[in-house]
């Protein structure tokens, strides 16, 4: 067992080592850049090596039961010191972001966008209650605890969560450093997309900052600081938002597009 | 060792752990490009206090389960040890300083790649997410992103700045 964990000890090592030796790549098509970072390969190598069928001889042992769960269980704490990176990156720039502090405020009501767009397109392709699951927001904890509470997570609704938890938690980082950039791209002020970073996810909000940082590395301060600032406030205020603005605004327009559905 | 205590020390001990995989990648990091971040006494120091923050964090975050308002209650961890880092900075440049001495990328690829072992068991989990859910999932992590960016796109425009 011991010897188990050693096994999963040196694996980490060996990816970190392998992902920071491929270092940021940068792919482009057409006349956009996809950086790809250290810590996009980092998951990616993990995942991949897991698959059931490659795991065999010591894979099997360092993807051991024991070792996955102490992998999900201290996760959070893994992520810890990046929390506390951010409290001094934010700092020095305090008085510019509370100069600025209603636009924070503002663009949290951006975090409706998952109903706006994501519940027409899901209604569109076939899905009905597991649309109000799916959508309500990002699919983490705090919509996970709603849904379950309302809804229980054996309906409809608590499927289209638990789908999009998975979801979130396998490709959600990987999706963040890719599509942040693009927008870049498309003319976004980086500024802004360092606010809009603060998705109410810590790891794709480190994503996509961590993009940004990578392409436009003069601005680091300012991207690390108005994105972790933009998270710190999505806690504080996004189970409100959800509450008291996602939910009903998903339901009213929940019933106007299946109004036509009726028999 | 009371429990409590116990499981303290083991918090601590993860702590380490993970600090001491940001200290790997950073060195890493330096030899695939000596221009990054160098590892100095100060990354050490820095290292320490990231570790100090994130550990009276969890403290605060336990004794906030005290509070009898449900919001504080649920507060995050992760929260907290912004919340800590964040007063502490403001307190002092040092922390600043020093916390500066830790790269940032080198900071986010431990963390990665615990969260893709941490993940090993829920691929089987996705044959039963159904496709659908996978396309929405698309727009839905697209829409808040492009969403905010507008909003603070434009706030920032009428901000004249």
Same mark, same amino acid.
Request: hydrophobic share 55%; glycine share 8%.
């Given at each position: 067992? *011991?010897?188990?964990?050693i096994?999963?000890?040196?694996f980490?090592?060996?990816? &970190?080592?392998a992902?920071?030796?491929i270092?940021? $790549? /940068?792919?482009s098509?057409?006349?956009?850049?996809?950086s790809?970072?250290p810590?996009?390969?980092a998951?990616?190598?993990?995942?991949?090596?897991?698959?059931?069928?490659?795991?065999?001889?010591i894979?099997?042992? &360092?993807?051991?039961?024991?070792?996955?769960d102490f992998? #999900?269980?201290?996760?959070?704490?893994?992520m810890l010191?990046?929390?506390?990176?951010? =409290?001094?990156?934010?700092?020095? $720039?305090?008085?510019e972001?509370?100069q600025?502090?209603w636009?924070f &405020?503002? $663009?949290?009501i951006?975090n409706?966008g998952?109903?706006?767009?994501?519940?027409?397109?899901a209604?569109?392709?076939?899905?009905?209650r597991?649309?109000?699951?799916?959508?309500?927001g990002i699919?983490?904890?705090?919509? +996970?605890?709603?849904?379950?509470e309302?809804?229980?997570?054996e309906s409809?609704? =608590? %499927?289209?969560?638990?789908?999009?938890?998975?979801?979130?938690t396998?490709?959600?980082?990987i999706?963040f #450093?890719?599509?942040?950039?693009?927008l870049?791209?498309? =003319?976004f %002020?980086v500024?802004?997309?360092?606010?809009?970073?603060?998705?109410g #996810?810590?790891s794709?909000?480190? /994503?996509?900052?961590?993009?940004?940082v990578?392409?436009?590395?003069?601005m680091?301060?300012t991207?690390? /600081?108005?994105?972790?600032?933009? $998270?710190?406030? !999505?806690?504080?205020?996004?189970?409100?938002?959800m509450?008291?603005?996602?939910?009903?605004?998903q339901?009213?327009?929940?019933?106007?597009?299946?109004?036509g559905?009726?028999? | 060792?009371?429990?409590?205590? %116990?499981?303290?020390?083991?918090?601590?001990?993860v702590?380490?752990? #993970?600090?001491a995989?940001?200290?790997?990648?950073?060195?890493?990091?330096?030899?695939?490009?000596p221009?990054?971040?160098?590892?100095?006494?100060?990354?050490?120091?820095?290292?320490g206090?990231?570790?100090?923050?994130?550990?009276?964090g969890?403290?605060?975050?336990?004794?906030?389960?005290?509070?009898?308002?449900?919001?504080? %209650?649920?507060f995050p961890i @992760?929260?907290?040890?912004?919340i !800590?880092?964040l007063?502490?900075?403001? *307190?002092?440049?040092?922390?600043?300083?020093?916390i500066q001495?830790?790269?940032?990328?080198?900071? !986010?690829?431990?963390?990665?790649?615990?969260?893709g072992?941490s993940?090993?068991?829920?691929?089987v989990d996705l044959r039963?997410?159904?496709w659908?859910?996978?396309?929405v999932?698309?727009f839905?992590?697209?829409?808040t992103?492009v969403?905010s960016?507008?909003l603070?796109? @434009? =706030?920032?425009? +009428?901000?004249?700045n």
């Amino acid at each position: 067992m *011991v010897k188990n964990f050693i096994y999963f000890l040196v694996f980490v090592l060996a990816i &970190i080592a392998a992902a920071e030796l491929i270092g940021i $790549q /940068a792919i482009s098509i057409g006349s956009m850049t996809i950086s790809m970072l250290p810590l996009v390969f980092a998951i990616a190598i993990a995942m991949i090596l897991a698959l059931p069928f490659l795991r065999k001889g010591i894979l099997k042992k &360092i993807y051991s039961k024991k070792n996955v769960d102490f992998a #999900s269980k201290y996760l959070i704490f893994i992520m810890l010191p990046l929390m506390a990176r951010y =409290g001094s990156d934010v700092a020095p $720039q305090i008085r510019e972001i509370l100069q600025v502090g209603w636009v924070f &405020i503002i $663009q949290e009501i951006g975090n409706l966008g998952t109903v706006l767009i994501g519940l027409p397109i899901a209604i569109l392709i076939g899905l009905r209650r597991e649309a109000i699951g799916a959508t309500l927001g990002i699919g983490r904890e705090g919509e +996970l605890a709603y849904i379950s509470e309302k809804y229980t997570l054996e309906s409809p609704e =608590g %499927r289209g969560v638990i789908s999009l938890y998975v979801i979130g938690t396998l490709f959600g980082t990987i999706f963040f #450093s890719i599509f942040a950039p693009i927008l870049l791209d498309f =003319g976004f %002020r980086v500024e802004a997309l360092a606010m809009a970073s603060g998705v109410g #996810s810590g790891s794709m909000m480190s /994503a996509a900052s961590a993009t940004l940082v990578a392409r436009v590395p003069e601005m680091e301060s300012t991207i690390l /600081a108005y994105a972790s600032a933009s $998270q710190l406030l !999505t806690s504080f205020i996004g189970t409100f938002t959800m509450v008291f603005l996602a939910a009903p605004l998903q339901q009213f327009m929940y019933k106007y597009l299946v109004r036509g559905d009726k028999k | 060792m009371s429990p409590t205590m %116990r499981r303290y020390v083991r918090y601590a001990l993860v702590l380490l752990l #993970s600090v001491a995989l940001i200290l790997f990648a950073q060195e890493i990091k330096l030899i695939k490009n000596p221009d990054s971040t160098p590892i100095t006494s100060m990354t050490f120091v820095g290292l320490g206090i990231l570790w100090l923050f994130s550990f009276i964090g969890v403290i605060i975050a336990d004794l906030m389960k005290l509070v009898p308002i449900k919001v504080i %209650r649920d507060f995050p961890i @992760l929260g907290w040890v912004s919340i !800590t880092s964040l007063t502490m900075c403001l *307190v002092s440049d040092f922390f600043v300083e020093a916390i500066q001495a830790v790269d940032f990328l080198a900071i !986010t690829t431990p963390i990665l790649t615990v969260a893709g072992i941490s993940v090993a068991n829920r691929l089987v989990d996705l044959r039963k997410t159904s496709w659908k859910v996978a396309i929405v999932a698309v727009f839905v992590f697209a829409g808040t992103y492009v969403c905010s960016a507008l909003l603070a796109q @434009l =706030g920032l425009f +009428l901000a004249g700045n």
